[in-house]
């Protein structure tokens, strides 16, 4: 009966064809042995690697394969700064390097951790999510060193301070450029348009927001999503009451509209808000107050018009967007 359950996915056709589209890409992957599957999985950028896929992947080829050695540990504290990261582990020659990080939001992502750009795709390592770190020498026998290589940066990613052995720094696992996906674009802000005769486009807030949107898209390397850094919204009203929460709830409704492969993820006090309704506790997101957004998906757009919107919702001008039939939908994208 296992062994039957194990091949279920094979008796329709959907089923086998995603099998039999598993099976090459994993056959074509598994051909570049010498190179770091983190690089490999980058420059792909195939939406047909889903997490799971991923899973399987580094099970498979780095694991049963090549025989990594691996260090894994649930976060226990949050990481915001990965670029000096990347730069220390630049430095570790003797050995190959992969990281898992399993994000709360897009799932399973991967990364060569010597290589900024792709490290970058993690965002923000979160306190309590898992990390799995992959240390071995690409097809080569692998020992005690891959193991420490492991271990230590693991530490690293935990916020230690660690001095790599002499034997992680000499050896042939350089940093190789990596080519930017094709299918990669920078999420540039849209032009605003001009408003029609009869029609009036909502004001903007004067009050600038905590951050300036520059909409950059970051990669998140191991996936078909990608996600932006959060951004802040500084609450201008005395209290960000059900009129605010109405004005955000319409706000996102028509970017998402506009833009329905892409999701918009709401923080407060760095726990993710799964309903904008919850904000609405009177007297606890108050004047002066931060809710940050995020997107998430491909070819991200328009991050800095909705930060625009979002920040007028959150003032006293929030009436601008509660205008029209109840279930309709603004075009403000």
Known sequence: MAS????????????????????????EIASSAKANLGDTIFEL?????????????????????????????????TVNNLSSL????????????????????????????????????????RKRELMVVYAGLQGKETNESCQKAAELALSMFEGSKVTAP???????????????PKKAQEAKPAKAKTASKGKSAPKRSAAAPAKKAAAVQVKASGGPSRMTPRY????????????????????????KAKHPTLEVYIYYEMERILDINSLFKWGK???????????????????????????????????????????????LF
Not at 61 to 74: C, I, M, P, R
Not at 307 to 328: I, K
């Open 166 to 180: 002499t034997a992680l720094t000499r050896g042939s696992f350089t940093v190789k450029k990596v080519s930017k």
């Open 4 to 27: 039957s359950a194990n091949l279920e996915i094979l008796s329709t056709r959907s089923g086998f064809n995603s099998a039999v589209r598993h099976i090459k890409r994993t056959t």
């Open 45 to 77: 950028d195939d939406e047909d690697l889903t997490s799971g896929r991923i899973g399987l992947l580094l099970r498979m080829l780095l694991v049963d394969k090549l025989g990594y050695k691996t260090a894994s540990a649930n976060l226990s504290s």
């Open 285 to 331: 997101v108050k004047h002066g107050s931060a809710i940050e957004f995020a997107v998430a998906g491909n070819e991200i757009q328009d991050v800095a018009k909705l930060q625009r919107y979002l920040a007028q919702g959150a003032s006293h001008q929030f009436e601008a967007f509660l205008r029209g039939p109840v279930n309709s939908v603004l075009k």
């Open 232 to 255: 802040a919204v500084i609450v201008q009203n005395e209290l960000f009451h059900n009129g605010n929460v109405e004005a955000w709830k319409r706000i996102v409704a028509s970017y």
């Open 86 to 125: 990347s730069k220390e582990f630049g430095k570790w020659n003797g050995v190959d390097l992969v990281a898992a990080y399993y994000h709360p939001e897009l799932g399973l992502l991967v990364a060569n951790p010597k290589v900024e750009e792709e490290l970058a795709g993690f965002g923000q390592l």
